[in-house]
């Protein structure tokens, strides 16, 4: 894909329960970088690809917990998942499910060609299985029967599967990361996995499940015994959603190579080492970047669906705004990084950055707009004063500030975007204090309070474009009011939450 299409996937979410906080951190982070792009290139040449991952004995036995069929439980759960993507303005261009035919066939049609070309194999597998986490364990990484990862109890397994042979490409694919610095993200997580990859021997990948202990997945097309791993199946969707095999296996796609998959780093391995495999075997061109962010945790422990410590954006969103929400995930916590989730937090941020910051400055201006000019914009000052030009410079500044912030090498550092916007603001209030254009009215001081209120206008302007990818509704808002050469005040954006009160 050329430097002028974008293509951007998030994780293909277990409908096993509702979508928390973390889920909707990875697809805000990624509607944020769709509608950047979508500015910039054009909607036409952005894809924002999302979905839900339907198989495995996770759903089975949450369906069998809740007494649905699997197909009706996934049915009724992808609902919430889609309700809360257009709850929270995320853009997405497609939604994938796994059980979809367009996806199914292409996941046999994709596990043929490589069974064809000898690179999935029949073999005995005798060892531990962890359900929650849907992995293999063998008897030397496992110690009293618990999940290495997640210490939950594992179950012993001994059964004929197939295998994809991921230590045939092993060598390849340190070569390729250690040529391709951008392919993985962070920098940490890359030097993580290729150490991983220098210092482990690959096993080679089970790639099924015997029906009789699972039958919910897609079946083997050379073995009607075996359903096929869910982890295989549904990385496939990148590709499958996008693009098609010829008859000869060739396959093609307007949007394929990716230019980003995000995801938290608790599934970079599956991406990182898996994906690239599969994608090499099947002879596909590698993304350009697998990125890794951070974990939201509740106090010490990673907010869980399976630890049941979850908090609902749905609630949050529905209290404290939309673009609140957005604000808070896409400001508190540096891509790439962990941190805490608090309301507290989030009305701290509420009262000052949303209330006292942007909020007061759209209003303050818009107000004395309407009352020293009749609500009309008045002109550009012929001879701005040394403050007002820093303060343009700083607004002229900001689309390169921001271009330069949102690109693999800088870690795509939304927090660091919005705290540029910020400064802008902060600059912009200082000076309101600074200038007393009230006084400026009561000594007739007429051009200057022109060029004075012209700058902040355009200022809240700047800033309302700016802040349309992070939030779209407020900057939708500020441009109703003041996008126009006649000012159209409406109500304060984000008024001040009283937490005095709110405790009581
Ligand atoms: O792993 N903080 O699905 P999943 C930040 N189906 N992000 C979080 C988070 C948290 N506390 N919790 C979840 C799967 N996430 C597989 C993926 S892809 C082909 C298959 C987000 O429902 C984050 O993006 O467990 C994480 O990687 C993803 O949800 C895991 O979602």
């Known amino acids: 894909m050329s430097k002028d299409k974008f293509y951007i996937t998030t994780p293909l979410y277990y409908v096993n329960s509702s979508p928390h906080i973390g889920h909707s951190y990875t697809n805000i982070a990624a509607d944020c970088l769709a509608r950047y792009m979508r500015l910039n290139l054009g909607k036409e040449n952005v894809r924002f690809l999302t979905g839900t991952d339907e198989h495995g004995q ?45 996806h199914v066939d292409f996941v046999q049609r994709s596990i043929q060609i490589l069974f064809d070309k000898g690179d999935i194999a029949e073999g005995k597998y005798e060892g531990w299985y962890c359900t929650p986490c849907e ?49 993985i993200r962070p920098v940490s997580r890359y030097n993580e996995v290729l150490s991983f990859l220098k210092n482990n021997r690959l096993a080679d990948l089970c790639i099924s499940r015997p029906k009789q202990r699972l039958n919910w997945g897609i079946e083997l097309p050379f073995s009607k ?50 994906w690239p495999i599969m994608l090499k075997a099947l002879d596909i061109q590698m993304p350009k970047t697998v990125f890794a962010h951070g974990w939201w945790m509740m106090g010490e422990s990673k907010m869980s669906k399976s630890l049941g410590n979850v908090i609902s954006p749905v609630e949050m969103a529905g209290k404290y705004g939309i673009d609140t929400f957005r604000y808070f995930l896409l400001r508190d916590m540096p891509f790439g990084l962990d941190g805490t989730f608090s309301e507290e937090a989030l009305v701290k941020r509420f009262n000052s950055d949303l209330a006292n910051d942007l909020g007061n400055l759209v209003y303050r201006t818009l107000t004395m707009a309407e009352k020293y000019f009749d609500s009309v914009v008045p002109a550009v000052s012929e001879k701005p004063k040394a403050r007002e030009i820093q303060i343009r410079e700083k607004l002229d500044g900001l689309p390169e500030v921001i271009s330069l912030e949102l690109c693999p090498e800088t870690n795509y550092n939304f927090s660091a975007c919005l705290e540029r916007i910020w400064e802008l603001i902060a600059m912009a209030n200082k000076y309101v204090e600074e200038v007393k254009p009230w006084s400026l009215a009561k000594e007739n001081k007429a051009e200057e309070l022109k060029g004075f209120i012209r700058l902040l206008v355009d200022v809240i302007r700047g800033v309302a474009l700016s802040l349309r990818p992070f939030m779209p509704q407020t900057a939708e808002s500020i441009l109703e009011q003041a996008g126009t050469d006649k000012i159209n005040k409406g109500k304060p954006l984000f008024p001040r939450i009283d937490t005095k009160s709110a405790d009581k």
């Open 225 to 274: 015994d075996h359903v096929i791993y869910v982890w295989f199946d549904a990385l496939l969707n990148y590709i499958s959603a996008v693009g098609q095999f010829d008859e000869r296996g060739k396959y093609t796609s307007k949007w394929w190579p990716a230019s980003l998959h995000l995801m938290a780093k608790d599934i970079l391995r599956q991406h990182a080492v898996y």
């Open 135 to 183: 992995t293999f364990w063998l008897d030397a990484q496992v110690s009293d029967k618990a999940c290495p990862d997640c210490k939950r109890a594992l179950e012993r397994i001994s059964e004929t599967n197939y295998f994809f042979k991921l230590s045939k490409y092993q060598e390849w694919l340190v070569k390729y990361i250690e040529s391709e610095k951008d392919f």
């Open 58 to 102: 996770k759903i089975q036995k949450a369906a069998d917990a809740s007494g649905l069929s699997a197909q009706d439980f996934t049915d009724k759960i992808v609902v919430q998942f889609k309700e809360l993507w257009s709850g929270l303005n995320v853009t997405y261009d497609d939604f994938i499910r796994t059980t979809e035919k367009r």
